[in-house]
């Protein structure tokens, strides 16, 4: 017999079915407790509120675990290519020889943007924030592209909006980067594979040699693929929101950048840097800053620390701490702000505040300073993460659409005025 919980309200008890996954995860299904009860359950920030089911990301919090469609994220950031791993994420399998390869020719179709995108690039004053030219330049997509507004139009013309916004988002990003630093922007080169082109695209100038660093490029790659989902998080749940009222593809995706942009969400990266560095220039007294961040009369955090849902460790970290020491290594840069960082994490490590909330380090702790040895300005470090994040947002809009997903749309519990009468402005 399946199981069931049950609430108890009033003189009435209602059963609720009760939803397992494949990793033995257990939900309580309330889909019928409003029309038979009357009651909603209240869960400010969704801590408890599963909004989907989903077959793309498997994450345990508790064990430090994360899997993309069932493989390990440690063995596919050693073993695979984003490309390959973006396929995986997209399509549901890893792909064979045959089939990454037409998935990466048809991206490499698809690089060039429309000329007339230069011009709306060419408004944005110099000091734009790249992540609102990206999401600006990706909505834009939606008038160059008009059939994607199209609901209801076949697989395969969604397959092609997928590819063309795989294609288009490393030409975007390094554009906006370009024209953040004011130079002319560079075309894609297809010759090279997608990390190669992006890499040309952001660091050479128009018909200037380049040649692409394998160090710089896998260190690239393996970050790419650390961020490419990461489930229902911020950005990847409103991607799915805006997704769910039937937007485009590309409108999606611009809301999902824009959630990103946030210091506490994909913004985090930048802002750890910013702290490191403050904390250089105020004399690396990382004591002082471990108690700010303890402070509860003091707004500061530690940037880079702390998860909503890793309460043990992010396993992203661990990969990109050492992804930090060997491209340091080889590149041979030596930066200070990494001993600093190293200083805070093994202080809080041992420290009752975080250890008791269990706040570890996360994603974005160590990946800033690996896009700062590779040259990438700090505030393009929430462009990278975007780009990596791409296929996960695509996988989980496709899959949101495929399995015809009602509107999301959220109740409350109102808590305001009730019900008072208008009085005439003179008589207020
Ligand atoms: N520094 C100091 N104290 C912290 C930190 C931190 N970084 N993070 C959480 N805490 C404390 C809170 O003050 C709270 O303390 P209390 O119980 O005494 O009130 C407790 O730990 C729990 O924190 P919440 O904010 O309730 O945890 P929540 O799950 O809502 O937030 C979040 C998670 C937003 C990531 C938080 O830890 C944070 O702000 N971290 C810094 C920003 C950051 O690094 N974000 C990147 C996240 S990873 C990503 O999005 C890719």
């Known amino acids: ?24 995860e257990v939900g309580v299904d309330i889909g019928k ?11 400010p920030g969704y801590k408890n509120t599963g909004a989907t089911t989903s077959a793309i990301t498997f994450l345990d919090g508790e064990k430090g675990i994360l899997r993309y469609r069932g493989y390990s994220i440690e ?11 973006s396929y995986l994420l997209i399509y549901g399998e890893l792909p064979t020889v045959p089939q990454l390869t037409d998935f990466q020719n048809q991206i490499k179709v698809h690089t060039l943007v429309h000329e007339d995108i230069k011009k709306i690039l060419e408004g944005f004053p110099s000091n734009a924030h790249p992540m609102g030219v990206l999401s600006s330049l990706v909505t834009a997509l939606t008038a160059f592209y008009p059939e994607s507004l199209d609901p209801n139009r076949s697989a395969e013309k969604v397959n092609l909006s997928i590819i063309r916004i795989m294609a288009k988002m490393p030409t975007f990003a390094a554009w906006a980067y370009k024209n953040e630093i004011g130079h002319p922007v560079n075309y894609p080169d297809n010759t090279l594979d997608y990390c190669g ?25 393996k970050l790419l ?3 490419a989902d990461h489930e ?24 999902g950048i824009n959630a990103l942009w946030g210091p506490l969400h994909g913004g985090a990266n930048s802002a750890v840097i910013n702290m490191l560095e403050n904390i250089r220039k105020d004399g690396g007294d ?25 309460k043990n460790f992010d396993p992203r970290a661990k990969i990109i701490k050492k992804a930090a020491d060997d491209v340091l290594d080889k590149l041979g840069v030596n930066d200070p702000i990494l001993e600093i960082a190293k200083g805070l994490e093994q202080e809080a490590l041992s420290d009752p505040y975080f250890v008791e909330r269990k706040l570890y380090p996360n994603v974005d702790f160590y990946s800033g300073i690996i896009y700062r040895a590779l040259g990438i300005p700090v505030d393009m470090f929430t462009v990278m993460f975007a780009l990596g994040r ?10 949101m659409r495929e399995n015809n997903e009602p509107i999301g749309r959220p109740r409350q519990i109102y808590v305001g005025e009730n019900l008072r009468a208008y009085k005439e402005m003179n008589k207020r």
């Open 1 to 24: 017999m399946s199981k069931t919980a049950e609430i108890k309200f009033e003189d009435k008890t209602y059963k609720l079915p009760i939803v397992v996954g494949t990793e033995n």
């Open 33 to 43: 407790l409003r029309g038979e009860s009357g009651l909603i359950t209240l869960d």
């Open 75 to 85: 063995e596919l950031a050693e073993k695979s290519s984003f490309l390959e791993v």
């Open 197 to 221: 082109n992006f890499l040309k695209m952001m660091f050479a100038l128009p018909a200037e040699k380049y040649d692409v660093d394998p160090v710089i490029a896998s260190a690239l790659n």
């Open 225 to 227: 693929i650390l961020h």
């Open 232 to 255: 229902q998080n911020c950005s990847t749940s409103t991607v799915r929101i805006v997704g769910s009222a039937q937007a485009s593809l590309y409108a999606s995706i611009s809301a």
């Open 286 to 310: 990382t004591k002082k800053w471990m108690a700010k961040a303890k402070d509860k009369d003091d707004p500061f955090r530690l940037m880079g620390f702390g998860h909503r849902v890793y």
């Open 390 to 399: 791409l296929p996960g947002w695509i996988a989980q809009w496709k899959e």
